[in-house]
């Protein structure tokens, strides 16, 4: 398939439909700054780009990360498509231009001397759509019918590597999501509705959607994984109506790019509740923006070590004995990234026997088989509040970190889940 910037093409010349085809992973090289990258293929739900050395750094010290005076804005290559790209995309539907956190760095593991830190931007949920989301689509020129792939020419170096987040000109929205476990050992998903627009009627992580400004805090010191944190508490307690005292604490458990959608970031957490699974029934989406995407919660048992363990012996995540059927049937890719994720922590983390039988603790920053631990928190240069705007754009109000949930009405399509 031609690559739509080797010939002159017009857009309007072009229609933009979906889905494109999957990720040509065997003909793209991760890059090669990622420790031990690996292309995750699940039929059906879509390709990620995992590492288990990066996963296994996030529990460990925080890392700095510092937040852009300007916000992102669209390249004028990408500016000149975007009122076919939210057409295709949105189908006619009002959709609210939110305004989400996007991230211009990559998590890797801390190496000896001075750590740079991560660059996070503000952007706006339609400049999401018109740069990440355009990877998905397919271009057909109207005349001839020849089809035009913009995947290489967003996605990858000229060397033909993937290109890094640092690399990247989109907007690389970032994806949050938990898994909460009740006091009983219950894990909690949620049921999406059919206006979800990437997993419609697939089940979701019990909270998941895309950084939020407000999730930055307010003139604090944070890091990367603590404003995860206040996303996945932001995200589940609006999609599950769990309240604040109601959680004992988050780790946050791995990292995913996900492929079909931009390889934009998604980060995973495990969340301990103090709630059990009968003070959970009834309960619906707290934010009324939710309540349309969501259709209930449900609860599953499932033994993460035991399936971690499988995993780390080199079974695959989809035939694992220890996924339910459910699952594997109907899990979105979130869902299913983020029990690999959990599950692989918790594996990790079984006690450790010596020669002579001695039984020995894991290392108190990862998952005890009784429960989560609190992640020790590392000193890290500051989050800036953006600088004042020149944006003709409406600015978002100001961060509100103590703000319980979202108004409802700054809810576009799901998309994120």
């Known amino acids: 398939m031609p690559d739509a910037r080797q010939i002159g093409l017009r857009w309007p010349d072009c229609e933009f439909s979906a889905p494109a085809a999957p990720f040509p992973a065997d003909a793209v090289p991760p ?18 780009l ?17 937040l852009a005076r300007e916000p992102y804005r669209l390249p004028e290559s990408l500016g000149a498509a975007a009122p076919y790209v939210l057409q295709a995309c949105n ?21 000896s001397g001075r750590v740079t830190p991560i660059r996070l931007h503000t952007t706006r949920f339609f400049d999401s759509q018109c740069s990440n989301d355009r990877c998905a689509l397919r271009l057909t020129h109207r005349d001839t019918g020849a089809e035009f792939d913009p995947r290489p020419d967003l996605l990858t170096t000229p060397e033909g590597h993937l290109r890094t987040l640092a690399e990247s000109a ?11 476990v009740t006091a009983d050992g219950a894990l909690v998903m949620v049921r999406q509705s059919r206006l979800n627009v990437a997993s419609p009627m697939l089940l979701a992580p019990s909270g998941s959607g895309s950084l939020d400004p407000r999730d930055l805090g307010r003139r604090r010191t944070a890091t990367l994984q603590d404003i995860l944190r206040r996303g996945m508490h932001r995200e589940l ?12 604490s988050t780790t946050v458990a791995g990292f995913a790019r996900w492929l079909d959608r931009g390889a934009k970031p998604e980060f995973f957490g495990l969340t301990q509740l103090s709630v059990t699974e009968h003070d959970l029934t009834g309960r619906r989406a707290l934010a009324p923006g939710e309540r349309p995407y969501s259709e209930g919660t449900l609860t599953a048992r499932i033994d ?24 594997r049937e109907d899990g979105s890719l979130p869902l299913l990234l983020a029990l690999r994720a959990a599950a692989l922590w918790q594996a990790r983390a079984r006690p450790r026997i010596t020669r ?34 020149r944006d003709p754009r409406p600015a978002a109000p100001p961060y509100r970190q103590d703000q319980e949930h979202n108004q409802g009405d700054r809810h576009a399509p799901r998309s994120d889940q």
Not at 316 to 325: M, S, V
């Open 356 to 389: 002579s039988g001695e039984q020995r603790a894991p290392r108190p920053a990862r998952l005890q088989q009784t429960g989560l631990r609190s992640d020790p928190r590392a000193a890290a240069a500051p989050v800036r509040p953006p600088h004042p705007r």
């Open 170 to 180: 989109l907007a690389n929205a970032i994806g949050v999501s938990t898994l909460a």
């Open 50 to 66: 995992v590492s288990d050395p990066i996963d296994q750094a996030l529990p460990g010290p925080g890392l700095a990360c510092e």
């Open 91 to 111: 189908h006619g539907r009002l959709v609210f231009n939110g305004e989400v956190v996007g991230m211009r760095g990559d998590p890797l593991p801390p190496v």
């Open 31 to 48: 890059p090669p700054s990622y420790p031990d990258p690996v292309y995750l293929r699940i039929p059906g739900r879509g390709t990620a």
């Open 304 to 327: 993460l070590g035991a399936l971690g363990r499988e995993l780390e012996n080199g079974a695959d995540l989809l035939t694992a004995p220890g996924l339910p059927r459910r699952i």
């Open 237 to 248: 307690r609006e999609e599950t109506a769990v309240r604040p005292d109601e959680i004992r």
